[in-house]
C-alpha cells in the first residue's frame, strides 16, 4: 500500500535521525482503564450519527482483516521497513478499546496516541481525524462502543530498530499534526463550510488525492488535491488537473458519490470503491456540500461538455487498421461488456471507456491494475464485477491492447508499456 507506505516511510526515516541525535521527547501519559462501558450515556440518536460518521471516516475499510470481524483489526499495511497492522477498535476490554474512556479515544483520534501513551504510526489518517467537532468525536465513540464487542489480538505490528521507536513520531506530529476543527470561512457559504470540515476532516480525502513530501506529510497549497496515491493506485486530481477528458461538474461529483459511478468519467474502483460505498450512506445534503466545496478547487463555470457528442468523436472511425492486434485483443476479451453503445445492458454499468479517467491518465498504472486484477469488489454490487486478466493475456498484449485504446481515443502511448505491465504483475502476485 504505496500511501501508507510513504506516511510510514516519513514518520520512520525522522525516527532515525531523533534517535541519532538523541533527543528527549515528550512523554505522554496512561489514561487509567475504565471500569465499564458508560451505555446509559449513549443516545439512539447519537448512535446512529456515530454509525454514519464512521462510514464517512471509513474505520471498518482499514480495521477489517480479509475474512475478519468488522472492526476487529489485524489488516496488514505492509511497508518497506514491515508490516503494521490495524487495531482491534471493537469494545472488547482486553484485545479492543473497551478500556478506554472517551478521553483516550479522543486523544488517540486528535494526537495520535493510544491510551497507554505510545504514539500510533500515522498510517492511522489522525492527522484529519483531529479536526473533527467534540459531538462528532463522541458520537463516533457512542457508535463504536455500543457494537459488539469481539475478542481478537491483531498480529503485533514488529517494526525494525528504529523504526520500533514510536516516540520518534513526536517530532513528525510537531512538523506536521495540527490539531483543532477545521474552521469555518465566513466568506463562504454554509454549504461550502460543511464540505470542508467533512472532506478535510473525517473523509480524509487528500490523504490519497494529495502528493506528499520526503517525509511523507501531505504537501499544501497549490498541491492540495493534485493527485497523490494509495495501495499501487493513483489517485487522480481532484482539481482542474484531472486527467478526466470531460470537466467535472457539481452534479457529476454527487451522482459518483452516490453511485460509485459517473457516466461522464467512470467508476470508483481500486481503493476508491469502499471510500465510495461510505459517501453513498450520507444524506444528499451532506453529498452536495461535499461536491460544492470540491468545485471551488475547480473552474466551476467550465462547460460540461457534451458527453455523447465526445464518445462518438471518440469511437465513430477506426484509427489503425482494422484488423490491428489491440482490435482483436479488445473485441475478443473487453467488447461483450464494454459496448459502444451501453443501452439495454443488463450486466452491470457495462461503463463506456472512451470517457473514462485511468485511461486518460498520464500514468498507465490504475488502467493496468484493472485489467490485470479485474474489479472483484465494485463500490456497488449492481455495478457488476471485471474478470482478472492476469492468467489470460501477457504483459505484451495488455501493453498493446491498452495502448490501442489510447490511440482509439486520441492520446499518446504510454511509454515502456510492457515493462510497467510486468512490474505490476509482480507487485500483485500475492493476491
Ligand atoms: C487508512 C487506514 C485507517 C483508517 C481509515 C482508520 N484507521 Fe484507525 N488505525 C489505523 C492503523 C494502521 C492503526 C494502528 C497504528 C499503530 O499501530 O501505530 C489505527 C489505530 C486506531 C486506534 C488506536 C487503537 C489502539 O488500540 O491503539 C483507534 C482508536 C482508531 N484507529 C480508530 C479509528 C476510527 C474511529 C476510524 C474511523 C473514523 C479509523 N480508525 C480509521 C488505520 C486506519
Ligand atoms: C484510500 C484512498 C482514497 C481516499 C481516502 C479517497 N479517494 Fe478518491 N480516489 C482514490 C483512487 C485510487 C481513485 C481512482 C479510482 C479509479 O480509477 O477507479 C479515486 C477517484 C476519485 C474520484 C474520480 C476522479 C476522476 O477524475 O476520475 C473522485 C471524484 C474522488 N476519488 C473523490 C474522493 C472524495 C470526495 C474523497 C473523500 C470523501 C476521496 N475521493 C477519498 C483513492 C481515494
Ligand atoms: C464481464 C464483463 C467485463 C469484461 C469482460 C471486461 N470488463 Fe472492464 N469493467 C467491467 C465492469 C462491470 C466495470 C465497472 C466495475 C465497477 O463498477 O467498479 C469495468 C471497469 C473497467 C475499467 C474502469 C476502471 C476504473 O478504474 O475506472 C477499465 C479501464 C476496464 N474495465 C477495462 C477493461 C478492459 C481493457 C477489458 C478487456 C481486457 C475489460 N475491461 C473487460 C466489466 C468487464
Known sequence: MRTFKKIVAGGLALVAVLAAAGLALTHQGEIAPQAGIPT?????????????????????????????????????????????????????????????????????????????????????????????TDEDMKALYAYLMSEPAVQNTPPKTALGFPYNIRRGIAAWNWLYLKPGVVKDDETQAPEWNRGAYLVEGL?????????????????????????????????????????????????????????????RHGVAAGPMAPVAHGLSQQSDEDLNAIATYLMSYRDAKAPAGDAQALIREKTAT???????????????????????????????????????????????????????????KPAHPDLGTMPAFRHSLSDAQIATLLNTMRAQYGLQEWKDLPAKVGQLRQQTAAH
Open 40 to 132: 446509559a450515556e449513549f443516545s439512539p440518536q447519537q448512535i446512529a450519527k456515530g454509525k454514519l460518521l464512521a462510514e464517512m471516516g471509513d474505520c471498518a475499510v482499514c480495521h477489517t482483516a480479509a475474512g475478519g470481524q468488522r472492526n476487529a483489526g489485524g489488516l496488514a499495511m505492509p511497508s518497506p521497513f514491515g508490516t503494521i497492522y490495524t487495531s482491534n477498535i471493537t469494545p472488547d476490554a482486553q484485545t479492543g478499546i473497551g478500556s478506554w474512556s472517551f478521553e483516550a479515544f479522543e486523544r488517540a483520534m486528535r494526537h495520535g496516541v493510544d491510551r497507554e501513551g505510545n504514539y500510533l504510526y500515522p498510517a492511522f489518517p489522525y492527522t484529519a481525524f483531529s479536526r473533527v
Open 318 to 376: 477506426p484509427k489503425l487498421a482494422l484488423d490491428a492486434e489491440g482490435y482483436r485483443l479488445y473485441q475478443g476479451a473487453c467488447m461483450g461488456c464494454h459496448r459502444a453503445d451501453p443501452s439495454g445492458s443488463t450486466f452491470g454499468v457495462r461503463p463506456q471507456l472512451a470517457l473514462n479517467t485511468s485511461l486518460h491518465a498520464a500514468s498507465p498504472d490504475n488502467a493496468i491494475l484493472s485489467v490485470l486484477e479485474g474489479i472483484q
Open 203 to 263: 473523509g480524509h480525502c487528500s490523504a490519497c488525492h494529495t502528493p506528499r513530501n520526503g517525509l511523507a506529510a501531505e504537501k499544501t497549497g497549490e498541491f492540495h488535491f493534485a493527485g497523490g496515491s494509495a495501495e499501487g493506485w493513483d489517485a487522480p486530481a481532484l482539481t482542474a488537473k484531472s486527467p478526466s477528458p470531460l470537466p467535472w461538474t457539481h452534479a457529476d461529483l454527487v451522482t459518483y458519490m452516490k453511485n460509485g459511478f459517473s457516466p
